[in-house]
């Protein structure tokens, strides 16, 4: 999270600097029709800069996956900056237009248009004065459909099928924008630094946009499976799906997800991977139905049908350098840890690692298949049956791991619990860093 944090805030502060090595504010006094020109160029500045970095990130450039931590990061900071963009471009917009709507009430008294000092201008300049136009009519509209398709994304109750359409929507949106922000960004930005950048972010803004358009989106690391087995644990109202992969695939390691389209008008769904990989092509999925989609497959997905995968991603891989580990898999994220105890009962490290599984429901079956996983592995495993044993806490595992000060611990679960087991171990001595939590969460 630090990470992302420095890249958030990094981006706005030098984008920030870079516009006021360029322009003065308050350059021509401070009346709203003297400021409201250098706050549209800023507010254009810091939009299209947070839109270009988010339009890039949702291309999955697995480059930038070790700074940030993994894809699941990276998704974060592109929400992050899906909901910066709508604030700063809603904040254009109404720079736009208020000072309009003030003159009409009687407020303001607009003041006479000058044309450009020296005539006409020719050359690129009066190129792009030219679209002026045109790219601030496509703007208004292109502006009204990104705020629409951001709102609605936001919303997790819109169904994912077409959350995961109207992303190639906002694309389209964006492109358009960036015409926009090409001919109206103020000519002599474009010598400066801040052009330079600006160029160079709306650019790669642009190829990502094309690649997700044409949809070419990691198109080097999809492969094709075919399903060999659907088991489903019913009180669990969890799937297991085995797939025997038929095309390349590069491996992966224990903690990391793959995009899987199981059902091609549905879209890609993140789905960690259970199984350790032993280079037979072999790769399974344990999926808990929660969403209108996923608690249709018992029903709908069967043997012998060809699915598409894209990856592997993630960075939850269990490195680290302490001597121990201690895993806390609640729920349905005791996936990542059972594609790791497989790993470790093939390759041990010589880790002493403690799992503890807290769960809402005891299926015996469920437990007994994570049971033999840890004894495999020479894994410490502690279930805790809410009913039955209550909640984990910080204070809990401390005392179950006395030795929890020498340990990194990784945390795979709903968000909320994860986040109050960090505070409260920090609060009692562990270094935030030693914290490892899955951001699992694409939208």
Not at 424 to 430: K, R, S
Request: glycine letters at 12%; aromatic letters at 12%; charged letters at 20%.
């Amino acid at each position: 999270m630090k990470n992302i944090k420095k890249s958030f805030w990094g981006l706005l502060v030098v984008l920030t600097l870079l516009w006021l090595w360029v322009d003065r504010l308050a350059g021509g006094g401070w009346s709203v029709f003297a400021l409201r020109p250098l706050f549209l160029q800023y507010s254009g500045v810091l939009g299209m800069g947070v839109m270009s970095v988010a339009m890039i990130l949702a291309a999955r450039p697995t480059m930038f996956e070790p700074y940030l931590g993994g894809l699941d990061k990276m998704y974060r900071l592109h929400k992050w900056l899906g909901i910066s963009g709508l604030v700063i471009v809603v904040t254009h917009w109404l720079w736009v237009e208020v000072p309009k709507w003030m003159v009409g009430w009687g407020w303001l008294e607009r003041p006479a248009r000058r044309g450009p000092p020296g005539g006409q201008i020719e050359g690129i300049e009066g190129f792009l004065r030219g679209l002026r136009h045109p790219a601030e009519g496509l703007g208004e509209w292109a502006f009204y459909a990104a705020v629409a398709l951001i709102v609605l994304a936001l919303v997790k109750r819109f169904p994912y099928r077409y959350f995961f359409k109207i992303h190639h929507l906002l694309t389209l949106a964006y492109l358009v924008l960036v015409f926009h922000s090409v001919v109206l960004l103020q000519f002599n930005y474009w010598g400066s630094p801040l052009g330079v950048v600006m160029g160079l972010l709306m650019l790669g803004g642009t190829v990502a946009a094309v690649v997700v358009v044409v949809r070419k989106v990691s198109i080097g690391r999809q492969t094709v499976g075919e399903v060999e087995g659907v088991i489903r644990h019913a009180d669990l109202q969890v799937l297991e799906v085995d797939i025997q992969i038929r095309g390349r695939w590069a491996g992966h390691e224990a903690g990391q997800f793959a995009f899987v389209t199981f059902h091609a008008e549905e879209g890609a769904h993140p789905f960690t991977i259970s199984s350790a990989w032993k280079g037979d092509g072999h790769i399974a999925f344990i999926i808990k139905e929660l969403g209108d989609y996923t608690r249709t497959l018992p029903t709908s997905l069967k043997k012998g049908e060809v699915v598409k995968l894209e990856g592997p991603y993630g960075r939850f891989n269990f490195s680290g350098s302490k001597p121990r580990q201690i895993w806390v898999g609640a729920g349905i994220g005791i996936t990542p840890f059972i594609a790791r105890m497989k790993t470790l009962a093939r390759t041990p490290d010589g880790k002493t690692v403690d799992l503890f599984h807290p769960t809402a429901v005891y299926d015996e079956n469920a437990i007994g298949k994570l049971q033999r996983d840890a004894q495999a592995a020479n894994v410490n495993f502690h279930v805790l049956w809410d009913a039955r044993d209550g909640r984990l806490t910080a204070q809990r595992l401390c005392e179950a791991v006395p030795d929890w000060r020498n340990a990194d611990i990784w945390f795979c679960g709903p968000a909320a619990f994860g986040q109050a087991l960090r505070r409260d171990l920090v609060a009692m001595g562990l270094n935030a860093d030693d914290f490892h939590q899955e951001l699992f969460e694409m939208r």
